[in-house]
């Protein structure tokens, strides 16, 4: 899909169009982490399911870094298309290709050194840590699939071919799963067979996308000579909302560990597996939304067309509301269809999980919200309003009152943190969009009056 159409056709149908591919192209990534989670707790048990939470801000780390550079040269590329300048588009797609790739060597060096500190950093104990280094090698030493996962994903859709990253990801899941399967039940690899499986999977997803290059719509050209270092800045810092998304998450599922090892032991950390799995797949849910509407508002904001942009965002929020309301609402009357999903639980784990799942999912519309307002001001370049919201639900608040909180409520508090964390930071990301708006109102009386 061309420039010209991004600028041109009806709002409505221009968003479904993109809209349906990145939501399963999203929602099939989280099917990495949730296959894992599914035939390591019913196929290992429950202690398996705990290590692999502890480990899980690794894939937000790995994939995080993909969208720092994915996203923060992808938005500058469709804003420049949108500007007429392909040059420059260009130049970002080619700086941000090699800034990956020396992304990629730092973190190989760092992780493989330090594994095992981190994995003890992450919340390994002596009843996970065997579990944990039967897992974490191939996934520290697979990481480049998970960069250039992301990565890929990111600028093929903003080159007009978001079914072919769609498919690439479906592909990837499903040879996932069977992976999964066969290397636990058939196998029994334990541990080692399902991290294999998860990296072979992304493998996989990355070669189907390296299929865009050799086709006659690809408009994204690497060359040395467009590379400009200079541009580095401008991506990382675009990107970094992105980047902080992935990484407070996983900043999250470790604060959530320590404490509930804390007042709930292994048991606290296994329901916890199960509600951070589901938020896996609701975070993915709104990032297919948002990756919808990304290359949408950076090229109609590009090009000036200020009421396009306002009308995407009012539909990103609208699709992600209701997106959102499907889990809440069965989280709400059947909390226990989670539960059984992951694990087979035993009377400690039900008697925790109903009420845990019951509180902490009633974020999820909040944080669909939430997403929605960072994506925005990250296609608009209004870095500062994205970084706020981000620190705000991901770090700041959350780390705050899951310290907070069990001082006064014990374990409730710590699923609490969540709800009242997301919607503080709806109420801020609203207050924001309503300055902007009215920026933008007095920037269109200007360019009449002259």
Known sequence: MNTHDLLTRPVKNIFMKYLIPSIFATMVTSIYVLADTIIVGKGIGTIAVAALNIILPLFNIFFGIGLLFGVGGSVLMSISRGEGDEESADAYFSTSLLATFAALALAMVIFTVFMEKFALMLGGTPETMPYIMDYMPYIVWGMGMFFFSSYLQTFIRNDGAPKLSMNAVIAGGVANIILDYVYVYIFHMGMRGAAIATV????????????????????????????????????????????????????????????????????????????????????????????????????????????????????????????????????????????????????????????AIRVYFT???????????????????????????CLMRGLVLVVILAYLFPFMWGVMGI?????VGELITMLLGIYFIRSKKTQNQEILMNNLIK
């Not at 000579?225 to 599922?253: C, D, P």
């Not at 699923?415 to 709800?419: C, D, E, F, H, S």
């Open 363 to 389: 974020a999820f519309i909040m944080l669909g919200v939430n997403m929605v307002f960072i994506s925005y001001f990250q296609s608009i370049l209004q870095n500062g309003y994205s970084m706020i919201i």
């Open 415 to 419: 699923w609490l943190a969540v709800p």
């Open 200 to 355: 072979m999977g992304s493998s996989l997803t990355v070669l189907i996308l390296l299929a865009h290059f050799f086709s006659k719509k690809n408009r994204l050209k690497f060359s040395l000579g467009r590379v400009r270092l200079h541009l580095v800045k401008n991506i990382f810092f675009n990107g970094f909302s992105s980047f902080l998304i992935e990484a407070a998450s996983g900043i999250t599922v470790f604060v959530f560990n320590t404490q509930l090892l804390k007042y709930a032991g292994n048991t606290g950390v296994s329901v916890y597996s199960i509600i951070s799995n589901t938020v896996i797949v609701v975070v993915c849910l709104c990032k297919g939304i948002n990756q919808a509407a990304q290359p949408l508002i950076s090229t109609n904001y590009g090009a000036g067309l200020l009421d396009r942009t306002r009308r995407i965002l009012s539909l990103s929020v609208k699709t992600s509301i209701i997106a959102c309301a499907i889990p809440t609402v069965i989280g709400l009357l059947e909390p226990n269809i989670f539960t059984y999903i992951f694990i087979n639980p035993d009377e400690s784990i039900l008697e925790m999980s109903g009420a």
